[in-house]
């Protein structure tokens, strides 16, 4: 079993919808979780993290982590065509150790 | 700020020859970081420095890579033989771990073809 796992893709929406990308882990040790955006021929960027459990809203976007289950997700409300992107979760373990684990990031498109 | 810079941007070779990717990360970020990304695999860490010195290369596929951090400014990721394997993109990325979180920067990546 992969430390992460990511639901495959892609995922094809219409414009205005409320989108829903999640992640399992496996490490319960992970204390920081991440959603990365990729565009198409580029690096990934940050979108938005949270600490530990909880929800972080930013704009359209929130995030949510549930550690007692290993789950967290990401929705996008009003989804636009911009938001079409290869959407990435990424967790660390807290401490000197800050490197990130990737899942396999699912592929979003949005239809105008 | 230029972001991370990483060239060249494409390189395609032969099996069997040498390859030499670069990275320049942000200045002032302490850690940096070697991904490879297929879509097998996805994002594969392959290798971190912090402060210049490698810290974990567990994710180094075998002898053939090796990696070097000379300076905080300036990386190299090296495949020697190369094989079609290989291909995929690589991304380099930097950050700087503060008190509560870093977050990476990616460079755009080098997108590598082994013929």
């Known amino acids: 079993q992969k430390e992460v796992e990511q639901d495959p893709g892609p995922l094809s929406v219409p414009e205005g919808a409320i989108v829903s990308l999640n992640c399992t882990y496996s490490?319960?040790?992970?204390?920081?979780f991440m959603w990365y955006r990729q565009y198409s021929r580029k690096g990934p960027e940050l979108l938005m993290y949270?600490?530990?459990?909880g929800n972080k809203e930013d704009g359209r976007f929130t995030a949510q982590v549930d550690k007692s289950s290993k789950y967290i997700s990401l929705f996008i409300r009003d989804s636009q065509p911009s938001d079409s992107a290869t959407y990435l979760c990424?967790?660390?373990?807290?401490?000197?150790?800050?490197?990130?684990?990737f899942g396999k990031g699912i592929t979003l498109s949005v239809r105008p | 700020d230029a972001g991370v810079i990483q060239s060249p941007r494409h390189e395609v070779t032969e099996m069997g020859q040498e390859v030499t990717l670069r990275c320049k990360p942000i200045?002032?970020?302490?850690?940096l970081f070697w991904y490879r990304q297929t879509m097998m695999r996805g994002l594969e860490l392959l290798i971190y420095f912090n402060n210049n010195v490698p810290i974990d290369d567990s994710g180094m596929p075998e002898d053939r890579f090796s990696a070097k951090m000379p300076n905080a400014s300036f990386s190299t990721l090296k495949i020697q033989p190369s094989e079609p394997r290989d291909s995929a993109v690589y991304f380099c990325a930097s950050n700087s771990w503060g008190r509560s979180y870093g977050s990476y920067t990616f460079g755009s990546g080098t997108r590598l073809t082994v013929v």
């Open positions: 490490n319960s040790a992970f204390q920081y």
């Open positions: 200045s002032g970020h302490d850690y």
């Open positions: 949270t600490y530990s459990s």
């Open positions: 990424a967790m660390s373990v807290t401490g000197a150790n800050s490197k990130l684990t």
